[in-house]
């Protein structure tokens, strides 16, 4: 582990002297690259996705782990998008001259070497991979067991663009050692890793920002809610709560518990479980929430889980006060939304729920890197330092000052 790290100084080194517009282009043949490869990326995925059938991965699991050809051509279009994106390195962030006579400036720089841990998809792995070197980054990725054979290709594929471009393929490098003790030995390399970012389930994160040695933006599960208050435009409401649900259940941006006002429960809850059942999802609700419709009973441990399935908790709520106190005590601080038509109490939920990302009269689902513009991202950041939300390219620089001086002397 420590040899492979200290080769990758010297690929930290050439990304340095990469330009703009040589970046644009080997992204581009990264891009191309996955589509004429895409039928050994299929056949390696196929490897995969009969390990996860073997191992009984639930359907959520399966989804995210499965390439098609069309899934592939969104891996490349998003590669593109990398690459017309504004450049991310070197922007002067700020200026300004002291009465020292010193000019300041601000300037964004790479990170550095990131390593970035994740699980199940392996889009994630040219999504980011593009989004390091795009802003000047070498990354060290580590995928899922269950997506072992797919990462490598796709991997694959993208280094053989850097060596036919004499670059060293290790700009964008697997970790050597995938085990368990190969991770938490690659998380104390704070000497040679700059930045560790995990991305998937709660153990996965836990452990990282348990024991990293270096500093961790954590991409936390996505225990999404949507509110529906007295005033909301009710044919919204069920627009949107059915689309946060049910448009895809296994990802971290789909609503899992949804609150409703008391007052429009007994007309509302009728016409949502219409709904739903017609979606085949399982609902479970609060005591109160079975006076109105037949459902399973929430348990206490049900609105603290992220279901990445077509399962959904429902609770009704006196206010939009103790919706927020929901929310604040079950939520994973990812996304959140509220339903209503009364501007003082959109801007009490919007000020006070504190989650990277707040909507009002809109599905938890636009949370995503290229529905916000940022192109692909490296996942929905749940830290709040220093990314919060869909972290794209500038949120993997960091800056310095540039200090210009004509011979300045402190007195």
């Known amino acids: 582990m420590k040899k492979f790290l200290e080769n990758l100084q010297d690929a930290k080194k050439v990304m340095a002297t990469l330009s703009s517009a040589c970046k644009i282009d080997l992204l581009q043949q990264m891009a191309q690259a996955l589509l004429k490869n895409s039928q050994y990326i299929l056949q390696e995925n196929e490897k995969d996705m009969h390990y996860a059938r073997e191992n009984n991965l639930s359907t959520a699991l399966l989804d995210r782990l499965l390439l098609t050809h069309e899934r592939i051509e969104a891996m490349a ?28 400036e601000k300037v964004s720089i790479p990170i550095g070497i990131i390593a970035i841990i994740f699980e199940s998809r392996p889009n994630v792995t040219s999504d980011t991979a593009a989004l390091c070197f795009k802003s000047n980054n070498v990354c060290v990725l580590k995928g899922g067991k269950e997506a072992e054979h797919s990462n490598y290709a796709i991997t694959s594929v993208l280094q053989n663009i850097l060596e036919t471009n004499h670059l060293p393929k290790n700009i964008i490098s697997l970790v050597p050692d995938s085990s368990h003790e190969g991770i938490a030995k690659l998380i104390k390399m704070d000497t040679f890793i700059d930045l560790v970012i995990p991305r998937g389930g709660e153990k996965l994160i836990e452990f990282i920002s348990k024991n990293a040695s270096m500093p961790v933006i954590k991409h936390d599960k996505g225990l999404c809610h949507i509110f529906i208050d007295k005033d909301a435009n009710i044919q919204n409401a069920i627009k949107i709560s059915i689309n946060a649900k049910c448009q895809r259940t296994g990802v971290c941006n789909a609503m899992e518990t949804l609150l409703v006002h008391a007052q429009i429960a007994q007309t509302l809850l009728p016409q949502l479980k219409e709904q739903y059942d017609a979606n085949a999802t399982k609902l479970l609700g609060c005591s109160n929430t079975k006076t109105f419709i037949d459902v399973e009973q929430a348990s206490e441990l049900d609105w603290g889980i992220e279901y990445l399935d077509n399962i959904l908790s429902i609770k009704i709520v006196k206010d939009v006060n103790e919706a927020c106190d929901h929310i604040a005590k079950y939520s994973s601080g990812h996304s959140e939304a509220i339903i209503t038509e009364n501007y003082s109490t959109a801007e009490y939920f919007l000020n006070h729920v504190d989650s990277s990302c707040v909507y009002l009269n809109a599905s938890t689902r636009f949370t995503d890197g290229a529905e916000f513009g940022f192109g692909a991202e490296v996942g929905i950041s749940t830290s709040k330092l220093h990314a919060r939300g869909p972290m794209g390219i500038n949120d993997l620089t960091t800056y310095k000052y540039k200090i210009y001086g004509q011979g300045n002397a402190r007195a």
Do not use: F, M, Q, Y
């Open 77 to 104: 279009n998003a590669i593109d998008e990398i690459a017309s994106l504004n450049e991310p390195v070197g922007r002067i962030l700020d200026g300004w001259v002291v009465p020292s006579g010193l000019r300041i």
